[in-house]
């Protein structure tokens, strides 16, 4: 079994900045590719940035040039420093891994951590 722990969200104000990590614990062999996604309310789950194994990475347009993605691969952990955030950037954000296991390859998901960007 595998289970992913996020931690890192919060309230910000504008311009402020935070950083995320999601953490991946249990039978794990490998990890492909690590993501972050949001959800904001009334709104789709979206790819905010993704990272491969060997550090090739994309973003949303929307964050280009503000979030950054990494990766410690002997941790199992994928971090996203979010700087210069803005209210759009409020929603849940959650991590998704492509993992190797026990059981064959799987995607995972993170619980979700809400980040509120507001004065």
């Known amino acids: 079994q595998v289970q992913l722990v996020e931690s890192g969200g919060g309230l910000v104000q504008p311009g402020g900045s935070l950083r995320l990590s999601c953490a991946a614990s249990?039978?794990?062999?490998?990890?492909?590719?690590m993501g972050w996604y949001r959800q904001a309310p009334g709104k789709e789950r979206e790819l905010v940035a993704r990272?491969?194994?060997?550090?090739?990475?994309n973003y949303a347009d929307s964050v280009k040039g503000r979030f950054t993605i990494s990766r410690d691969n002997r941790k199992n952990t994928v971090y996203l420093q979010m700087n210069s955030l803005k209210p759009e950037d409020t929603a849940v954000y959650y991590c998704?891994?492509?993992?190797?296991?026990?059981?064959?390859?799987?995607?995972?998901w993170g619980q979700g951590t809400q980040v509120t960007v507001s004065s």
């Open positions: 990272i491969t194994r060997g550090g090739s990475t």
């Open positions: 249990g039978s794990i062999f490998s990890i492909n590719t």
């Open positions: 998704n891994q492509n993992v190797g296991g026990a059981s064959g390859w799987g995607d995972y």
